[in-house]
């Protein structure tokens, strides 16, 4: 990862009254991973808007009623949120993926 690069980048959508979250790690955005028939897309025109720090990016999660997180530096921050359960990670090609929906 470059040094000027902040951890996260992500962008935030709203639909039906949800606020959706999509953060992606910096380093593994705009890349495609696959492994048999899995494929996860961490596409830039869907997790790019703005970079943030780990202190945004918690605010960010405290808003979001519905989070789509991709890398392990994202993920690892969810978990250590208590916002998702380690043991239900997505990994393709050893990337981390999860999701998150808030219900209220």
Do not use: W
Request: overall charge negative; glycine content about 6%; hydrophobic content about 45%.
């Amino acid at each position: 990862m470059k040094s000027d690069m902040l951890p996260f980048c992500y962008k935030i959508y709203e639909a039906d009254g949800e606020t959706i979250l999509a953060i992606c790690d910096s380093d593994v955005v705009g890349r495609v991973f696959t492994e048999d028939i899995l494929v996860l897309d961490a596409k830039k025109s869907f997790y790019f808007d703005e970079e943030c720090t780990q202190i945004k990016a918690r605010r960010l999660f405290e808003q979001a009623t519905i989070i789509n997180a991709t890398g392990e530096k994202a993920v690892a921050l969810l978990i250590e949120q208590g916002l998702i359960d380690a043991g239900r990670i997505l990994r393709v090609n050893g990337v981390p993926h999860a999701q998150m929906v808030r219900l209220q």
